[in-house]
């Protein structure tokens, strides 16, 4: 499942293959047990309803939450709109701003834009170049008018993990409520928001070998309990949180995949580590001027975001797109030609930024593919560079800094 047709799969931070276990779970409840969850009159709409049932409790015992604290919706994009969007109709009356990182996904950037529009006010944090906020500017940038703080628990591009549990004390002492998109971490390392002090998180199946199309909202309901204003109407399903029928196969399935998650998690997270750190060594030994980025001590066990500087991301990326699949930031904005955000926030320059590659590694990613995906990484940027006027100049001692192009 690591290679099709010989292509070696290094891009999942955008999306996982479906694990055949999970697949195996959901495939009865498009068929046989096809009933709708809400229908209560009835077998198969009773055991649709259990089977709803039973993958909340798994998913809640992954993060460490009260099974009633999981709200379901359509994946990872809904749950960050519905709780910064509905916690800024819920406490409009407590204030109107809200604080938020450059570098968060624009998940969480674009309601920020929408609610500014809307005449909110939103303070977006600058974050060091190793990708981590700082905690004085965060504690600094609180007003008594604060209603959010929304900060992701790892960063999608770079693997960066911020410091949850102090971000979480700061919000605490403040009186302020904390929300993570914690997209890229769940199922990853642990994620548990009670004891970090994080009082909404979005996450989704497909990051963690389940389906597309369906993710989680988790919404403390004790200590404090948070109200969220529903962004969907309509039935008021998920405790009139998010009205519409229930995706039972997508929900078995993220149950599923929640289980296998917090089961083979730490030792996974050790053997990623392991064939990150091997995959970074080997591209870096073998290749001048790469430079990782973004910090090394707290980040994914399995990501690394690597710039080949003087070179197009995108042109290497192309060259080896038959062997290796991996991409040059988000997957949402990856059709963009714009330089990542994340990156520029971090300080690098357009150009590095456009140099730069990410590689997420997985569970089906094999301790073999790592000295292939070095050579042929290596094989691409000799040939591009060997091409190249500027890597020319370089390479003949020009200081190409001082050069206005």
């Avoid at 409840?29 to 649709?48: D, E, I, K, P």
């Avoid at 928001?193 to 369906?214: E, N, Q, R, T």
């Avoid at 970074?280 to 001048?288: A, F, K, P, V, Y």
């Amino acid at each position: 499942m690591g290679t099709n047709n010989n292509l070696i799969y290094l891009d999942n931070n955008a999306t996982t293959p479906t694990d055949p276990a999970v697949l195996e779970t959901m495939l009865p409840y498009f068929n046989a047990r096809f009933g709708n969850a809400a229908s209560r009159t009835h077998a198969l709409g009773w055991m649709a309803e259990e089977a709803v049932d039973q993958a909340r409790n798994q998913i809640a015992s992954l993060i460490g939450a009260q099974t009633k604290e999981i709200v379901f919706t359509s994946g990872a994009t809904e749950s960050n709109n519905l709780a910064i969007k509905g916690i800024a109709e819920a406490y409009r009356r407590k204030g109107k701003h809200l604080v938020t990182l450059k570098t968060e996904h624009n998940a969480v950037l674009d309601p920020c834009e929408y609610l500014e529009k809307r005449g909110y006010e939103v303070t977006y944090l600058d974050v060091g170049p190793d990708g981590l906020v700082d905690l004085d500017d965060l504690r600094q940038s609180i007003r008594p008018d604060t209603i959010l703080v929304s900060i992701m628990w790892a960063n999608n591009e770079t693997g960066v993990i911020q410091p949850m549990e102090r971000i979480g004390a700061i919000c605490e002492e403040a009186g302020v409520l904390l929300m993570s998109d914690a997209t890229q971490a769940v199922g990853k390392i642990p994620v548990d928001p009670k004891s970090a002090g994080v009082h909404l998180i979005a996450f989704s199946a497909h990051k963690m070998y389940g389906p597309k199309g369906v993710g989680a909202l988790y919404i403390s309901q004790r200590n404090p309990r948070v109200k969220v204003t529903a962004q969907m109407d309509g039935g008021g399903h998920e405790r009139g949180m998010r009205s519409g029928t229930l995706n039972v196969p997508g929900i078995v399935g993220f149950g599923k995949a929640a289980t296998i998650a917090q089961r083979t998690r730490a030792e996974e997270a050790k053997r990623l580590a392991g064939l990150r750190d091997q995959l970074e060594t080997g591209i870096l030994s073998r290749i001048e001027q790469t430079y990782v980025n973004g910090s090394t001590q707290h980040r994914l066990p399995h990501v690394t975001n690597i710039s080949f500087k003087y070179m197009d991301g995108e042109a290497l990326m192309m060259s080896f797109n038959q062997h290796i699949a991996v991409s040059s930031g988000s997957a949402c904005t990856s059709a963009s030609l714009d330089p990542s955000h994340v990156l520029l926030a971090m300080g690098l320059s357009g150009d590095m930024a456009h140099a730069s590659l990410r590689f997420s590694l997985g569970r089906f990613t094999r301790a073999s593919d790592i000295p292939k995906v070095i050579d042929q990484v290596a094989k691409s940027v000799d040939k591009l560079r060997s091409e190249s006027p500027i890597w020319e100049m370089y390479k003949d001692g020009v200081d190409l800094d001082t050069i206005e192009w």
